[in-house]
């Protein structure tokens, strides 16, 4: 394993340090400017690729994920509404007067929330905060949401 404390030339480069050591490499970031009311994805094809809006789909040396494990089920839903919801969040930092994607971001909240429900009704919690409708402690039930595919979706 590469010691992480001296560069190639034997310098001390402690990466604690908290300022930028001499031995440092250089870099030149860019983050493209977005316009507003950008193209999207859509949700699951957003969560595949990375980012919502095709503008910022930059990738790695021509590498595309081809696949999200949990796609077309009712947890990879929840998962791509909430990758959405989140580079909307993202985005609309930066373009708070843009109605449109705040227009957008209601909507996939909405679409999120009633298949946050409708999860919850039909497999149990996905989070502590899903008990506040429970009449039981059902957060430890078997089996767990991946498991259903292994038994064949039998609960």
């Given at each position: 394993?590469?010691?992480?404390?001296?560069?190639?030339?034997?310098?001390?480069?402690?990466?604690?340090?908290?300022?930028?050591?001499?031995?440092?490499p250089l870099a030149a970031a860019y983050?493209p400017i977005q316009e507003e009311d950008?193209?999207?994805?859509?949700?699951?094809?957003?969560?595949?690729?990375?980012?919502?809006?095709?503008?910022?789909?930059?990738?790695?040396?021509?590498?595309?994920?081809?696949?999200?494990?949990?796609?077309?089920?009712?947890?990879?839903?929840?998962?791509?509404?909430?990758?959405?919801?989140?580079?909307?969040?993202?985005?609309?930092?930066?373009?708070?007067?843009?109605?449109e994607a705040f227009r957008m971001l209601?909507?996939?909240?909405?679409?999120?929330?009633?298949?946050?429900?409708?999860?919850?009704?039909?497999?149990?919690?996905?989070?502590?905060?899903?008990?506040?409708?429970?009449?039981?402690?059902?957060?430890?039930?078997?089996?767990?949401?991946?498991?259903?595919?292994?038994?064949?979706?039998?609960?």
């Amino acid at each position: 394993m590469a010691n992480l404390n001296k560069s190639a030339e034997g310098m001390d480069c402690n990466y604690k340090k908290g300022s930028l050591p001499g031995c440092a490499p250089l870099a030149a970031a860019y983050v493209p400017i977005q316009e507003e009311d950008p193209p999207t994805y859509g949700a699951n094809e957003a969560l595949m690729r990375g980012t919502l809006f095709p503008g910022l789909d930059l990738p790695f040396m021509n590498s595309v994920n081809k696949t999200v494990p949990y796609s077309g089920t009712p947890l990879g839903e929840i998962m791509a509404l909430g990758f959405v919801i989140k580079e909307l969040n993202l985005y609309l930092d930066t373009h708070p007067d843009d109605r449109e994607a705040f227009r957008m971001l209601g909507k996939i909240l909405d679409l999120n929330q009633a298949a946050r429900m409708k999860y919850v009704k039909k497999y149990g919690p996905l989070t502590l905060n899903d008990l506040e409708d429970c009449d039981t402690y059902s957060w430890l039930c078997d089996p767990w949401p991946w498991e259903y595919s292994e038994r064949r979706g039998t609960r």
